[in-house]
């Protein structure tokens, strides 16, 4: 039995002061992918029936690449914010949690420097 309040108890345990961060850039990537998401659309569906070369030519041009590599970096960034809210909501076991956010946040990383790297190499 503890002779602590329950405001002794209570005390340290509030907010890490990350939270608005999060849920803000949580709505900014999803509001830059939006117009990011719908140029690829356009994009690939105006190209449709077009060859190999058409479209490796197209990634080539500098701006096409540099946009690709923002909707890579931000459509992968948002994942992995994403996938941080549903473990740590649903994830109970604190070692499986750990565990998860670092796979998850590792996963994230390589999978954006193999993007970059795979549209650098196309465009240069």
């Known amino acids: 039995m503890s002779l602590r309040t329950p405001l002794a108890r209570a005390r340290g345990l509030g907010s890490a002061k990350e939270g608005v961060s999060h849920w803000w850039w949580q709505r900014v990537t999803a509001v830059a992918l939006v117009p990011l998401t719908l140029w690829l659309a356009v994009a690939v569906a105006s190209m449709a029936g077009s060859g190999h070369a058409v479209v490796v030519a197209w990634i080539g041009s500098p701006i096409v690449a540099t946009g690709l590599i923002m909707l890579s970096v931000t459509l992968l960034y948002h994942a992995a914010l994403g996938m941080q809210v549903v473990v740590e909501d649903y994830v109970h076991h604190e070692g499986v949690k750990l565990g998860m956010l670092v796979t998850f946040k ?19």
């Open 106 to 124: 590792l996963a994230a990383v390589v999978l954006a420097i193999m993007a970059v790297l795979s549209i650098l190499r196309i465009a240069l």
